[in-house]
């Protein structure tokens, strides 16, 4: 599960700094990368649920 929360973490900070850069400079490809990132971290929040469930019982 640690390992999980790092992952989060680590596409959380490529979504940020992507999602930044496109909306200060308007780097349409930031953008792009952005959204690929938000994907990814949706996946790996979902799963964090699921483990963090299963380690409550």
């Not at 390992?3 to 400079?25: C, D, P, R």
């Not at 929040?45 to 299963?54: D, H, I």
Request: net charge positive.
């Amino acid at each position: 599960m640690k390992a999980l929360v790092e992952k989060i973490k680590a596409e959380y900070e490529l979504y940020a700094v992507n999602a930044e850069a496109q909306v200060v400079k308007g780097n349409k490809a930031a953008g792009a990368r952005a959204r690929k990132a938000a994907l990814a971290l949706m996946k790996d929040l979902k799963e964090f649920r699921k483990v963090s469930v299963e380690a409550s019982k």
